[in-house]
């Protein structure tokens, strides 16, 4: 069993950062790919970031390559999501999710996640 505990969201202005943080707990924290998912009124939950178990392989959604950045601590068991300029259609609850199948995480499959965590507020304004 693993719970998943996101933190780190806020209001920003547009060009600004934030890193968000997701503590697990579990000791099998260190063997599960995670991912971040963002889900922004009326649209529906995308992936934005995945990463390995190890985190040696990582993963991207188009809109946020070269400005986000997924990276893990498992002596932490937290994975981070830092966000860098920032820009008003970053807006949404952001999510961490993990699962036994990397892969699952890069399709962006949501109902096939194992876990999910309830979600932090990201705003950017313009």
């Known amino acids: 069993q693993v719970q998943l505990v996101e933190s780190g969201g806020g209001l920003v202005q547009a060009g600004g950062s934030l890193r968000l943080s997701c503590a697990a707990s579990?000791?099998?924290?260190?063997?599960?790919?995670m991912g971040w998912f963002r889900q922004a009124p009326g649209k529906e939950r995308e992936v934005v970031a995945a990463?390995?178990?190890?985190?040696?392989?990582?993963h991207y959604a188009d809109s946020v390559k070269g400005r986000f950045t997924i990276s893990r601590d498992n002596a932490k068991n937290t994975v981070y999501l830092q966000m860098n300029s920032l820009k008003p259609e970053d807006t949404a609850v952001y999510y961490c999710?993990?699962?036994?199948?990397?892969?699952?995480?890069?399709?962006?499959?949501?109902?096939?996640?194992?876990?999910w965590g309830k979600g932090t507020l990201v705003t950017v304004s313009s």
């Open positions: 990463i390995s178990g190890s985190g040696l392989s990582t």
């Open positions: 999710a993990a699962d036994s199948s990397f892969g699952t995480i890069v399709r962006g499959i949501t109902s096939s996640m194992d876990y």
């Open positions: 579990g000791h099998t924290f260190s063997s599960y790919p």
